[in-house]
T-cell receptor
């Protein structure tokens, strides 16, 4: 079974530029998550999708971050414009079903973003 | 809202010695509890999870964890550490009244010395 795929693996941009990350979850997984992991911290949930609907985006900085999962499969996370404090690893995860937090999450390798 | 604390930022252990990583949570009801491991440059991998039942949970790679409700703890243990166990370990708590909302701890970095 193929795992969660993410691209690119690394990205370096200047502040005020835009960037997009792509995630393809495990086939059949209805729930998809985007996390931000700043160096030295645990992952912080940015947004959670159930199929193509948003379940939780309470920690997503909506003035600059956006995410979509149009067909309920792969997803894109965008930052526009980027700030220095956005430098982090962006992790995508998926799970079969996540009612009441029971779904085991499978993580991709992440995208390391450096904003200069 | 739930929260999780990992008191130890960094632990150094000799190969072959035992390891215990601490995790304390705050939540009004019985939470779902998880331990994940992250090797350098890798995504997170689930070691074990606790939902209900037996409070001693066995996981992969020889790890186990014990849920202690009275202490609001879910400590991770391994009797004999291997050099390949050097990694960062994250405890996470999921609320039973939400849709898979996870709160991760800040992590504990484990260094294994020869």
């Amino acid at each position: 079974e193929a795992g969660v795929a993410q691209s690119p693996r690394y990205k370096i941009i200047e502040k005020r530029q835009s960037v997009a990350f792509w995630c393809n979850p495990i086939s059949g997984h209805a729930t998809l998550y985007w996390y931000q992991q700043i160096l030295g911290q645990g992952p912080k949930l940015l947004i959670q999708f159930q199929n193509n609907g948003v379940v939780d985006d309470s920690q997503l900085p909506k003035d600059r971050f956006s995410a979509e999962r149009l067909k309920g499969v792969d997803s894109t996370l965008k930052i526009q414009p980027a700030k220095l404090e956005d430098s982090a690893v962006y992790l995508c995860a998926s799970s079969l079903y996540s009612l009441a937090g029971t779904g085991e999450q499978y993580f991709g390798p992440g995208t390391r973003l450096t904003v200069t | 809202a739930q929260s999780v604390t990992q008191p130890d930022i960094h632990i150094t252990v000799s190969e072959g010695a035992s390891l215990e990583l601490r995790c304390n949570y705050s939540y009004g009801a019985t939470p779902y509890l998880f331990w994940y491991v992250q090797s350098p440059g890798q995504g997170l991998q689930l070691l074990l999870k606790y939902f209900s039942g037996d409070t001693l949970v066995q996981g992969i790679k020889g790890f186990e964890a014990e849920f202690k409700r009275s202490q609001s703890s879910f400590n991770l243990r391994k009797p004999s550490v291997h050099w390949s166990d050097a990694a960062e370990y994250f405890c996470a708590v999921g609320a039973t009244d939400s849709w898979g909302k996870f709160q991760f701890g800040a992590g504990t970095q484990v260094v294994v010395t020869p």
